[in-house]
C-alpha cells in the first residue's frame, strides 16, 4: 500500500491523512495533485515538496465492528 505523508518540524515525515491508502503510486499521486489543487483554490500555497509517496509493507487487517472481539485479562 503506498502513504501519502507530510514532513512536518517536530515529528519528521508523517502520514498525511489517517487512514488513508492507495493500490498503486499513480493513485496516491492523483489524490496529492488533487488536494493541492483544492486547497490552491482556497487560497493556500502547499507545495509538492513538503510531501512524499511511499510505499508501505504490512499485513492488510480489515475490522468490521461484527467481527471485532474483546479480550480482556479475566478470559
Given at each position: 500500500?503506498?502513504?501519502?505523508?507530510?514532513n512536518?518540524?517536530?515529528?519528521?515525515?508523517v502520514?498525511?491523512?489517517e487512514?488513508a491508502?492507495?493500490?498503486?503510486?499513480?493513485e496516491?499521486?492523483?489524490?496529492?495533485?488533487?488536494?493541492?489543487?483544492?486547497v490552491?483554490?482556497?487560497?493556500?500555497d502547499?507545495?509538492?515538496?513538503?510531501?512524499?509517496?511511499?510505499?508501505?509493507e504490512?499485513?492488510?487487517?480489515?475490522?468490521?465492528?461484527?467481527?471485532?472481539?474483546?479480550?480482556?485479562?479475566?478470559?
Open positions: 500500500m503506498f502513504h501519502i505523508q507530510m512536518t518540524i517536530c515529528d519528521g515525515w502520514t498525511a491523512w487512514g491508502e492507495y493500490n498503486t503510486f499513480g496516491a499521486l492523483e489524490q496529492l495533485d488533487e488536494f493541492l489543487e483544492e490552491k483554490t482556497d487560497g493556500l502547499y507545495s509538492r515538496d513538503d510531501y512524499r509517496i511511499k510505499f508501505i504490512g499485513i492488510v487487517m480489515e475490522f468490521t465492528p461484527e467481527t471485532w472481539e474483546w479480550e480482556d485479562e479475566h478470559g
